[in-house]
């Protein structure tokens, strides 16, 4: 069966410092892949997906980053975080239009 | 733009009561699906509805797809305190990039 890991469950990250967030799935080839950013008690913001190795689409303009190194993994990244880049971020997979997501990854920069 | 707007935002019941949730949108949607998320945790898919006036129940969770597939709604019967979760219904309207669009989410508390 197919499974989404994503790390770290939480992080604490100053102003000015890099970010990298990882998502590997396990059980499937060639998934299509997202991130996902969710402030507290409310709907999903798509932030980037990707089709493919190297291939990333970016949904809205942002301080943030993604890379596909490989099939099954992709990075969330930021050279120098800011206040307004804390939240919930998720990475996500999908299958016939149904989306199966990580635990998330709960981002508090100070 | 496509667009799923969900109502109610909130919702504070007791347990027993029954309550519908709402996402409707002015486009049309190939597929909806209903999520619940529980506090620091992904999303996780509860059902998908794909024909327009198609009609799904989950125990005691009831979903329905419009005719026109453009909203949906999910009517709880007898809440549960397990039932208290964010609910989000998203859609998918994008071809094979698999993009969905998320509502902006019902946070239902269901008191016991």
């Known amino acids: 069966s197919q499974t989404i890991h994503q790390w770290p469950a939480t992080l604490v990250q100053p102003v000015g410092s890099p970010l990298s967030l990882e998502c590997t799935v396990e059980?499937?080839?060639?998934?299509?892949l997202y991130w996902y950013r969710q402030a507290a008690g409310r709907g999903l913001q798509l932030l980037f997906y990707s089709v493919g190795i190297g291939q990333i689409s970016s949904e809205v303009p942002q301080n943030l980053s993604a890379s596909r190194p490989q099939d099954r993994q992709f990075i969330l990244s930021s050279k120098k975080l800011l206040l307004s880049d804390s939240g919930f971020y998720l990475c996500a997979w999908n299958q016939k239009g149904e989306a199966f997501f990580g635990q998330g990854t709960r981002l508090t920069v100070v | 733009t496509q667009l799923l707007e969900q109502s109610p935002q909130f919702l504070s019941i007791q347990e027993g009561e029954n309550l519908t949730v709402y996402c409707n949108s002015s486009s049309v949607f190939s597929s909806l699906q209903w999520y619940r998320q529980e506090p620091g945790e992904g999303p996780v898919l509860l059902v998908t509805?794909?024909?327009?006036?198609e009609v799904k129940k989950l125990k005691r969770l009831t979903f329905q797809f419009g005719d026109a597939r453009k909203d949906s709604s999910l009517h709880i019967t007898a809440a549960q305190p397990g039932d208290t979760g964010l609910y989000l219904c998203?859609?998918?309207?994008?071809?094979?990039?698999?993009?969905?669009?998320f509502g902006q989410g019902t946070t239902l508390q269901v008191k016991p």
């Open positions: 509805v794909v024909t327009g006036g």
């Open positions: 998203a859609g998918d309207g994008s071809g094979n990039t698999g993009k969905l669009i």
């Open positions: 059980g499937t080839s060639n998934p299509n």
